[in-house]
């Protein structure tokens, strides 16, 4: 007997007909609804040049497809206008180019609004000044003598840099101390002064802790020269006193007219909060500090560090932080985090920014470029003593002071540790993504210096200021070395004599060894053989006579009587 034919379908059957009507609606109603209600707030840096805007809005198709059909942008400069050209004949064309059409290079502006203006005329307003915007980028990209980097292509990430511009009095921008120009937007800081004139621009340094004080003064130098408000700070010291309860810091040198300290938690939320006050109006009691940047550049983590707890969500991977969030400190300070935002610039390729950090390292596809970048940024010298390995020296042909390949890095780093994959072969996925991190979080050391300054005279102002110091350490060094030797002689004297005892004392045993194991020889009787009885010189026998048998005395049954 079979069963019932009408049985009432099961619960799993009636969720999967549930959503499909509610992508058929979603499809009816538009994509906008139902990417903004049902999927979450997402970063298009890794995405093609217009399938974010077309998953946004149905009526940029045709405005964006004129815009540009070109491909993305290329990690490589071409030769231009069919000429051969040396590499840096090329880089100076690019840079020349790049400083016609920085311009160019801005950060999208809010169209004008007011209260009255309805939900829908305010997000057409909003799409059709984004896409004018990404128009001018994408006749950028066209230009063969350019090379335009990734970034942010969605419309929601720039609407919440919006809202924190627009509340915010002090707005706080995180770049990283080892770079900070690659991670500072110029035009940002412009677009704060197009909303208010009285708001201001401070520059975070954030992993101050990674440079040199010598490093550190010559760039409060360069920002002064420049009346760049700035402060040096180190999130992950500050978290790390936090948790241990320990305010004491190290004491460091202080220059007159330069702020080259690392601030505390307890003087970082002090200045933030004069600065606030000083630019917000004085009816105002609570005054709004907002925190922009590039992906982990540290934001959240400077947010925890300044509330006391994790209040945010930290990770090295970047776009951690999908919404912007309040965080109130105290009745007068307000801290107000946005998202990691990657700004249109010409000055890096895209491994450079997976390099540092702003692209997902587990995300890159090419690893050998990648590790390049941090090749030739860290040197040999330092790859060597930080990892303890040993990199191939240059050929004879090439020249001496080349940075390190990246197949000799990651092979030599795969054979140090043991990296080996499925197929046999050194896994350089794997090391390099473990190179690129410690790259990042600051296990190898590097750190760019401003501007028309080199490391020549930045030596010759260290060994000026030390000269004093070197000549002490010199005689420390020569009296060290004297003892050193003396000692090695001893060393090598005392050796020698070791050694020999140890040979005299192995021979010895040796001999005991074979004098009791040897067996006596047996002496053998050769008298049968042919002699010479030195007469004539001729050989003569031998012959042994057996003596003869008496037959009288043998008896019948053969014994002898």
């Known amino acids: 007997m079979g069963g019932k034919k009408g049985v009432q379908e099961g619960l799993g059957r009636a969720l999967i007909k549930q959503q499909n009507r509610m992508v058929l609606e979603a499809k009816e109603k538009g994509w906008a609804i139902h990417l903004q209600n049902k999927k979450a707030l997402e970063s298009y840096t890794e995405i093609g040049e217009i399938d974010a805007l077309l998953e946004k809005s149905d009526e940029a198709e045709a405005d964006l497809r004129f815009a540009g059909q070109g491909e993305g942008p290329s990690d490589i400069l071409v030769s231009m206008d069919g000429q051969e050209m040396t590499v840096e004949e090329m880089k100076q064309a690019q840079k020349e180019e790049e400083a016609l059409h920085a311009s160019y290079l801005k950060v999208p502006r809010r169209p004008a609004w007011n209260a009255k203006m309805s939900v829908e005329e305010l997000d057409a307003n909003e799409k059709q000044a984004f896409l004018e915007w990404r128009r001018k980028l994408a006749r950028l990209e066209e230009n063969d003598k350019l090379v335009l980097t990734p970034y942010e292509k969605n419309l929601d990430i720039w609407r919440q840099l919006w809202r924190v ?93 330069l702020d080259t300290k690392i601030y505390t938690r307890e003087e970082l939320l002090n200045r933030l909060q004069s600065q606030a006050k000083s630019i917000a109006s004085s009816s105002k009691k609570q005054v709004t500090v907002g925190f922009v940047g590039y992906p982990n550049v540290g934001k959240s983590s400077t947010i925890n560090a300044l509330v006391g707890e994790k209040r945010t969500g930290v990770t090295s991977t970047p776009g951690k932080t999908k919404h912007f969030q309040t965080l109130i400190i105290s009745s007068e300070l307000i801290l107000c985090d946005c998202p990691g935002l990657v700004f249109p610039s010409f ?116 060994e000026c200021e030390s000269s004093d110091e070197e000549e002490g350490n010199d005689k420390d060094v020569a009296s060290r070395s004297v003892r050193e030797m003396d000692e090695m002689e001893g060393f090598e004297t005392e050796g020698l004599e070791k050694k020999k005892g140890k040979e005299r004392k192995k021979k010895e045993a040796g001999e005991k060894a074979h004098k009791l194991h040897k067996k006596p020889q047996r002496k053998k009787d050769r008298l049968w053989r042919v002699g010479n009885d030195g007469g004539d010189g001729m050989p003569v026998v031998r012959a042994i006579q057996k003596p003869a048998v008496n037959f009288a005395n043998v008896g019948v049954a053969g014994r002898v009587v």
């Open 165 to 257: 511009l627009e509340r915010s009095d002090l707005l706080v921008m995180v770049v990283d101390a080892r770079d900070p120009l690659f991670y500072r937007c110029p035009d940002l800081e412009e677009y704060v002064r197009e909303i208010d004139e009285r708001k201001r621009t401070l520059l975070l340094v954030n992993k101050a802790d990674l440079l040199p004080f010598n490093i550190r003064k010559k760039w409060a130098e360069y920002f002064n020269q420049h009346e760049i408000l700035f402060v040096f700070w180190s999130a992950k010291a500050a978290t790390a006193s936090l948790e241990t309860q320990n305010s004491n810091s190290e004491s460091e040198p202080t220059l007159p007219g």
């Open 347 to 462: 000055s890096a390729s895209r491994h450079e920014m997976v390099a540092c950090g702003v692209l997902p390292i587990d995300r890159m596809t090419q690893h050998r470029e990648a590790v390049q970048v941090v090749a030739n940024r860290v040197g040999r010298v330092g790859l060597e003593r930080v990892y303890n390995i040993k990199l191939p020296k240059p050929k004879t042909y090439e020249e001496s002071n080349r940075p390190p390949n990246a197949h000799e890095v990651l092979r030599a780093y795969c054979a140090s540790r043991g990296l080996v994959a499925s197929s046999g072969l050194p896994d350089e996925t794997r090391s390099a993504r473990q190179i690129l991190k410690d790259y990042i979080d600051g296990k190898l050391p590097h750190y760019e210096l401003p501007p028309n300054l080199n490391k020549s005279e930045l030596f010759e102002e260290g």
